[in-house]
């Protein structure tokens, strides 16, 4: 099996598994794909816990939940040193807490102080983590998708922006269509659930298909064309007089380089995942409101609260002129 066969059977059983939600599976194997971390924020009981471990029963991985709560600790997460005896000899050893896993799912994350998002920052970020003094590395495969509920805000912590900033995608999950719940219904009640599907084919795909996947990604080629469009589109979010009025009054703080550098990997992802050597323009806008809607800063104005960020986003994409 290719890298390419084993991305498309990877999407096709989380699709069988995941009625009616193909758009946030496809952008969870862009994640995945790009090595990028990704924050879903949605109701409850739309699949996000569920998608997220289908996943990672299909790749030949270690998956490790985190339920987050105001009362967590660093040590929690990411581990704590013992005293142990041995031959006489007090020591110390380091015992792994679950973020040394593959796909580590970060459920409610925006329930956790301070210190632990601190924790968590620097396993996203530098992919490793410092207890005691010392440094340990994690998997070179992982990736954390983080979920936050929309609604609940009692017990809650807002994300610093620093830490968002290190999300590569936000991905926000909807209810699937009247068709997509009709089968949800009759799956369950024949009990062909995403356990029952997984059982019935246990192959797994190996971690390397993953890194064999990403290296021909990265052959990817992209023109000078695209490449200003995208910094075209960011440029409009730092500096949107340049624009129009509109944009000026309705942004605050602009998108930072790392948004660049992730809708340029985003693109490159889908456009190999199409079965294409090159990016195009389409391929940007694809991806452009998952990639912006959490760096992206509005401002406070009265006149425009109503816009959500996907809003502003839209009218970015009509603003900037596309590549000639």
Not at 160 to 168: G, I, T, V
Not at 275 to 287: C, H, K, M, N
Not at 306 to 321: A, H
């Amino acid at each position: 099996m290719t890298a390419r066969q084993s991305i498309e059977f990877l999407q096709q059983r989380m699709n069988e598994a995941i009625i009616g939600q193909e758009r946030i599976v496809e952008r969870f194997i862009i994640g995945l794909l790009a090595d990028g971390n990704i924050l879903v924020e949605g109701l409850p009981g739309l699949a996000k816990t569920k998608t997220v471990r289908t996943m990672a029963e299909i790749i030949d991985s270690r998956f490790s939940r985190i339920q987050f709560t105001p009362d967590l600790v660093p040590s929690d997460i990411i581990g704590v040193e013992n005293m142990y005896e041995e031959n006489g000899v007090h020591k110390f050893r380091f015992e792994p807490g679950p973020i040394f896993g593959n796909i580590i799912l970060a459920d409610e994350i925006n329930r956790a102080p301070a210190k632990v998002q601190s924790a968590m920052l620097e396993a996203m970020e530098e992919r490793q983590v410092t207890v005691a003094g010392k440094t340990y590395k994690l998997p070179k495969l992982f990736i954390v998708m983080a979920t936050q509920n929309p609604l609940e805000e009692e017990g809650t912590y807002r994300l610093p922006e620093a830490q968002k900033d290190r999300f590569l995608m936000h991905v926000n999950i909807s209810y699937v269509d009247m068709e997509s719940e009709f089968k949800i219904i009759q799956q369950a009640h024949e009990r062909k659930n995403a356990n029952k599907l997984l059982e019935q084919n246990k192959e797994k795909i190996p971690q390397e298909m993953i890194f064999a996947a990403r290296d021909e990604i990265e052959k990817v080629k992209m023109s000078d064309d695209v490449e200003r469009y995208i910094v075209e589109l960011v440029f409009a979010t730092r500096y949107p007089l340049r624009y129009s009025k509109q944009l000026d009054i309705m942004i605050d703080v602009g998108v930072s380089p790392r948004a660049s550098l992730a809708l340029d990997q985003c693109a490159r992802v889908i456009a190999w995942m199409k079965g294409r050597d090159y990016t195009t323009v389409e391929d940007v806008q694809a991806v452009i409101h998952d990639v912006f809607r959490h760096r992206l800063i509005k401002s406070g104005n009265s006149s425009f609260d109503d816009n959500s960020n996907d809003d502003i986003i839209d009218i970015i994409l009509k603003q900037v002129p596309l590549p000639a």
